[in-house]
């Protein structure tokens, strides 16, 4: 099952990546190790979890201004996401995105998609973003809900 | 590229004005596309933030833009830095993480900022005036020159402060807008008893609560006592900025743009309109603490924000309290500023509180500089912020206490609050 979502980029480009979901904020700094990739924030419910390589899909940051920092480390010793899709701009994760392509030409693209259509990503969605922000959704089994399929 | 440059910024975008400015120049026009600003304003003051992390790409950028000629032209603070510059070796520090440090002190102090290290600078050297322009990192920092002070920033993350001090532009966006300075949600304290409203911990609840609740909207909060201290409202709007995305709060008849609600809402109405209750407040303070009642306590952690002087003064009266006690049991740390500790070396203080063996620590914090030993099991604060971080950020468990709590639970080792402000909630 294949479906396109038209996302606004924030910062450009192209990625793929499975999906991590979350209906939560977070605060990257003292929510995320950048030695690791690992989420930390034990106030979060994805605390524990590796968001490496993948596609994190969360409202919009919260919390520190250092959130930039860490995402910029985290992009630099390969731990980041491959992408994120927001519900919302967040200029301080844009900003540690920016300067990462700035210091070192390394992308790590930012989209942002409305709430309702961000609401239709699932945990483990095969995600593939494009440099106009276009998200093709992929999922190889269809989550069984009981009602009619979307 | 949208935005519409002055010639100078496009002088600075193309490189005349050297390469430190051309890099900050070029972070700015992609932060206006990503904003939506179509045009660039000036800002008189900014505080930075980007020094406070320890990491190879921070110390990176910093070197840099040093490197390429950087200079800040206007008045630049700093936020703490990952050093206590005096006590480092007495503190441990290893010697490589200490040399990082320095060199990232240097980078930012050769740029021209002025080495106030403290992430409460709204309460040392430049403060800022009502309704100025200014460009502040630290998310405390932001809150407090919003909402209490009354200047106008947006919440910028850490290498847009230093873009933005050594250009003295930013994108004309945000919250340096009269109009995206209303407020959104209405919050109105109903019931809370004086005895509760006078306790420090009132503040720090209602943080946490609102943070939460509002994320990045503009909480209006009604009810607020008009005698709130200055050291209450900075831990109000640090908890606030730890549980939500809150850049700016306006509380009637407390905040300076919120005399009346209509001018807090600038004539229009609320989105939402929300009652808070004591019984909310006891649910944040449940909520706050993951250490319990008697587990074994070994660090006190005050002055997250930065102490100030009046904060340091109420610790004194906390120890007098206890009459010939002392933190033997379990180490009581305060973290504060070069500037407050020479108001603290200069008054009676001092003695008191090294005599009951509290340690001042300087420039920085737990969570930026290896200062708290690695086997730290149980950390106790007064502050929202630092008990919303430390579990994660240092893998402890916390408990949440005001100052009368936390000194009796440094005197006895373990922790020890007292439940009677919620007796009747």
């Known amino acids: 099952m294949e479906r396109v979502l038209n996302g606004k980029p924030v910062v450009a480009g192209s990625a793929k990546g499975m999906s991590v979901v979350s209906t939560q904020p977070i605060s990257f700094w003292g929510g995320l190790d950048p030695q690791t990739g690992v989420i930390i924030d034990r106030r979060h419910e994805r605390c524990g979890e590796v968001i490496t390589g993948k596609v994190f899909v969360f409202p919009g940051g919260k919390g520190s201004s250092t959130a930039s920092a860490v995402l910029l480390e985290s992009i630099r010793l390969g731990t980041a996401p491959a992408a994120i899709i927001n519900a919302h701009v967040d200029p301080i994760l844009a900003l540690g995105a920016i300067v990462a392509e700035v210091l070192y030409q390394q992308s790590m693209p930012i989209v942002v998609l409305s709430q309702k259509d961000c609401g239709t990503i699932k945990e483990g969605d095969r995600l593939t973003i494009a440099k106009n922000g276009t998200i093709t959704v992929n999922r190889s089994q269809p989550v069984c809900t009981g009602k009619a399929p979307e | ?425």
């Open chain 2, 1 to 425: 590229m949208h935005v519409k440059l002055s010639v100078i910024d496009r002088q600075k975008f193309e490189g005349q004005y050297g390469d430190a400015a051309k890099l900050a120049m070029s972070i700015l026009v992609r932060m206006a596309d990503v904003c939506g600003a179509t045009e660039l304003m000036d800002v008189t003051q900014a505080h930075v933030d980007s020094c406070a992390l320890m990491s190879d790409s921070s110390l990176e950028f910093a070197e840099r833009l040093a490197a390429g000629g950087g200079r800040v032209s206007i008045p630049t603070t700093t936020n703490m830095i990952p050093l206590d510059l005096q006590n480092w070796q007495r503190l441990g520090v290893p010697e490589d993480f200490a040399s990082r440090a320095l060199r990232l002190a240097k980078a930012y102090t050769d740029m021209g900022c002025v080495p106030t290290w403290t992430c409460a600078p709204y309460q040392g050297y430049l403060t800022p005036r009502f309704g100025q322009q200014i460009a502040w990192g630290e998310s405390n920092a932001v809150v407090y020159a919003n909402s209490v002070l009354g200047a106008r920033t947006n919440r910028y993350g850490d290498f847009m402060d230093i873009c933005a001090a050594i250009t003295g532009r930013v994108p004309k966006a945000g919250l340096h807008l009269k109009d995206n300075r209303k407020g959104q949600i209405l919050l109105r304290l109903v019931d809370i008893p004086p005895k509760l409203q006078e306790d420090d911990t009132f503040y720090v609840m209602l943080g946490h609560f609102m943070g939460k609740l509002v994320q990045d909207r503009i909480p209006v909060i009604e009810g607020l006592s008009a005698n709130a201290t200055d050291d209450q409202l900075k831990a109000l709007g640090a908890a606030a900025a730890s549980f939500g995305a809150v850049a700016l709060f306006h509380a009637i008849g407390v905040t300076p743009e919120a005399n009346t609600l209509d001018e807090a809402f600038q004539e229009g109405s609320a989105e939402h309109v929300i009652e808070i209750r004591p019984s909310d407040l006891k649910a944040a303070w449940e909520d706050l603490s993951t250490a319990a009642e008697g587990e074994k306590l070994d660090v006190v952690i005050l002055g997250c924000p930065h102490f100030s002087f009046a904060e340091f003064r109420q610790l004194a009266r906390a120890i007098e309290d206890n009459p010939g006690s002392s933190c033997a049991n379990s180490r009581t740390v305060v973290l504060t500023s070069q500037s407050s500790y020479a108001l603290l070396k200069r008054s009676d203080l001092l003695d008191r509180l090294s005599h009951f063996g509290v340690e001042v620590i300087l420039d920085t914090c737990m969570f930026h500089s290896p200062i708290i030993e690695p086997e730290t099991k149980v950390v106790m604060t007064n502050s929202g912020k630092c008990a919303y971080y430390a579990p994660g950020h240092l893998g402890v468990q916390v408990a949440f206490g005001n100052l009368r709590d936390c000194i009796r639970s440094a005197i006895n080792g373990v922790v020890c609050r007292e439940e009677s402000l919620w007796k009747e909630c």
